[in-house]
């Protein structure tokens, strides 16, 4: 089973509509992130969290929340998704060596 | 702030040829560098990294050294094979930020 799980893979959804995107991770790490990946910019951080109670802003945090259920699970929510946060959405989650290791992806698109 | 710039893509080679992909970076402090690579579909993956000055990271016949006088950390392989062809991407991190900076990616691409 992959370390890093996020769901769903791939979701099509309209403007307005409140987006949850999940992550889970099996790798017993503290320290866990999303980012969003948009062709020409690379990825860019939204938010991050050390634990459930230290949850902290990326540089495009706007238009994006985020909820740390436990340890493993580290949810991110568009409360009124628009056209603009298309994009390709990826869960990391980073060991104590600083390496990152990042989930499959989820692809959203916002009509 | 802290940056990483890399080369722009799509970098085309025939399989053997010789791959070096650029990156430069600009930070606080003694960072620590990284090459992770995207397999179409996938998620990054680490591919190599380097804490100080002077090391040099390797896998699967990859090579970046930490270059501190140049702020540099490129990418090299003496020959490609088709199944490298992926995005590159150079990041870094500087103690206590937990923060980690991504360059835009380099698309390779390994013609038979």
């Known amino acids: 089973d992959a370390d890093v799980t996020q769901t769903p893979r791939n979701r099509i959804t309209k403007t307005g509509k409140r987006i949850m995107l999940e992550c889970s991770q099996t790798k017993g790490h503290d320290r866990m992130y999303w980012y969003r990946q948009d062709p020409g910019l690379g990825l860019r951080l939204i938010y991050y969290s050390f634990d459930v109670k230290d949850i902290n802003k990326g540089e495009i945090s706007d238009g994006y929340s985020v909820s740390r259920q436990a340890q493993a699970k580290f949810s991110l929510s568009l409360e009124s998704a628009i056209p603009n946060q298309t994009a390709l959405y990826f869960c990391a989650t980073t060991s104590t060596t600083d390496t990152q290791y990042f989930g499959p992806g989820t692809r959203l698109t916002v009509l | 702030g802290n940056s990483v710039t890399q080369m722009e893509g799509p970098v085309t080679l025939s399989e053997e040829a010789f791959l070096t992909i650029n990156c430069t970076y600009t930070a606080t402090g003694y960072p620590s560098l990284f090459w992770y690579v995207q397999y179409p579909g996938e998620g990054l993956q680490l591919l190599l990294k380097?804490?100080?000055?002077?090391d040099k990271g390797s896998n699967k016949g990859f090579e970046a050294t930490y270059r501190k006088e140049t702020t540099s950390f490129h990418l090299e392989k003496g020959s490609v094979q088709v199944s490298d062809s992926a995005v590159y991407f150079c990041?870094?991190?500087?103690?206590?930020?937990?923060?980690?900076?991504f360059g835009t990616g380099t698309r390779l691409k390994v013609l038979a």
């Open positions: 380097a804490t100080k000055a002077d």
């Open positions: 990041a870094l991190t500087t103690s206590g930020t937990y923060k980690y900076i």
